[in-house]
């Protein structure tokens, strides 16, 4: 089984091949420091294409595209992080799996799994993320919504704190 989200229990590389088999490619960007001590990014590269060329970018990544099978809340302001948990417990009635993380940085990720999501346009995952935002009543950062956006991939360390995105919830659901 693959498991949704990274979570160190095999390779990072290996974790990134089975979730490009299951549910198709995706891009994946890694970030690194210059000569002038200055945070950069690598060129976004889809699994696909490393995985033929560049197999070892695969090790150094930190960063990859919002997944065909989720919606990521981005929790970053004092209001959503104050309630977190609600969220969290409103998720586990409605019998959503999803995992929420600690980002290493300033806030938390909460990742919805559904495999439901993945037989939807962009347009209507769009549609389903403005949703659950306005039923939450509070506000997130609305970058996280579109599926072109990249994301922290867990258990690697942050590009800016340097503390690793830490799983510290996850719903009774998850297998």
């Not at 693959?2 to 160190?8: C, D, G, H, Q, W």
């Not at 150094?60 to 959503?80: F, M």
Request: hydrophobic letters at 35%; charged letters at 30%; proline letters at 2%.
């Amino acid at each position: 089984m693959v498991t949704p989200v990274y979570l160190k229990e095999e390779s990072l590389r290996s974790w990134l091949q089975k979730v490009c088999n299951k549910y198709g490619d995706f891009k994946v960007c890694g970030n690194y420091i210059d000569k002038f001590g200055e945070k950069r990014w690598t060129k976004h590269k889809s699994v696909l294409e490393c995985w033929s060329d560049d197999l070892k970018f695969l090790d150094t990544v930190s960063h990859r595209q919002v997944l065909p099978y989720e919606v990521i809340l981005d929790l970053d302001d004092k209001e959503s992080i104050a309630k977190k948990e609600d969220i969290c417990d409103h998720l586990e009635e409605l019998g959503e799996e999803f995992y929420c993380f600690s980002t290493g940085s300033k806030g938390y990720h909460i990742h919805i799994i559904s495999k439901d999501i993945c037989n939807l346009s962009d347009y209507h995952k769009k549609l389903l993320r403005e949703q659950i935002y306005a039923l939450s009543d509070i506000a997130f950062d609305e970058l996280k919504a579109s599926s072109k956006v990249m994301i922290a991939i867990s258990s690697v360390p942050h590009w800016k704190s340097g503390k690793e995105k830490v799983l510290v919830r996850k719903s009774k659901w998850v297998n």
